[in-house]
T-cell receptor
Framework: AQSVTQLGSHVSVSEGALVLLRCNYSSSVPPYLFWYVQYPNQGLQLLLKYTTGATLVKGINGFEAEFKKSETSFHLTKPSAHMSDAAEYFC?????????????FGQGTTLQVKP | SAVISQKPSRDICQRGTSLTIQCQVDSQVTMMFWYRQQPGQSLTLIATANQGSEATYESGFVIDKFPISRPNLTFSTLTVSNMSPEDSSIYLCSGRNDYGYTFGSGTRLTVV
């Protein structure tokens, strides 16, 4: 079965520091991969996605992620954290086979940004 | 991308009653989905809402508890039936079109 694992339910960084949120997936066929952000009491906002092509994907708000097939990973990074980045982040996969279009989400990572 | 209006945004309900949540999309989407997000947890797919036919439910979710309608390509409802405190959660709808996925802002349900 397809699954998504986000390592670290809570990540704390200082403002201006590197942000690294980890995501690994299990899939026998290369999937589509997504990162979403959720601010308190709001829905999910797409940060970036990987479908095909270039493995380094740039998203909104300075975030980027790299698809590494050999490591089955899709880690999210941002060079310099801002206070406004504090939120819940979800990695999601749309399986590449038996595609019903549904997304499978990881457990989520809460990012705390300290002044 | 499409914009989804989800209503109500929150509600407090008595156990044993039912609540219907509505999602209206501002453009046609090929697929719609309903998720549950329990406090501090991730999103769990309840079902895929199919236009003009019965929804497809995930393991652990049944139609009698979570009846879903999707009369057209821009609208869907989820009913949480015979509620108990364990149903307290955030419920989100999602739509998918050629450009990707979009999500409603969620319904925060508290059952007392």
């Amino acid at each position: 079965a397809q699954s998504v694992t986000q390592l670290g339910s809570h990540v704390s960084v200082s403002e201006g520091a590197l942000v690294l949120l980890r995501c690994n997936y299990s899939s026998s066929v290369p999937p589509y991969l997504f990162w979403y952000v959720q601010y308190p009491n709001q829905g999910l906002q797409l940060l970036l996605k990987y479908t095909t092509g270039a493995t380094l994907v740039k998203g909104i708000n300075g975030f980027e992620a790299e698809f590494k097939k050999s490591e089955t990973s899709f880690h999210l990074t941002k060079p310099s954290a801002h206070m406004s980045d504090a939120a819940e982040y979800f990695c999601a996969v749309r399986p590449g086979s038996g595609n019903t279009g549904k997304l499978i989400f990881g457990q989520g990572t809460t990012l705390q940004v300290k002044p | 991308s499409a914009v989804i209006s989800q209503k109500p945004s929150r509600d407090i309900c008595q156990r044993g009653t039912s609540l219907t949540i509505q999602c209206q999309v501002d453009s046609q989407v090929t697929m719609m989905f309903w998720y549950r997000q329990q406090p501090g947890q991730s999103l769990t797919l309840i079902a895929t809402a199919n236009q003009g036919s019965e929804a497809t439910y995930e393991s652990g979710f049944v139609i009698d508890k979570f009846p879903i309608s999707r009369p057209n390509l821009t609208f869907s409802t989820l009913t949480v039936s015979n509620m108990s405190p364990e149903d307290s959660s955030i419920y989100l709808c999602s739509g998918r079109n050629d450009y990707g996925y979009t999500f409603g802002s969620g319904t925060r349900l508290t059952v007392v």
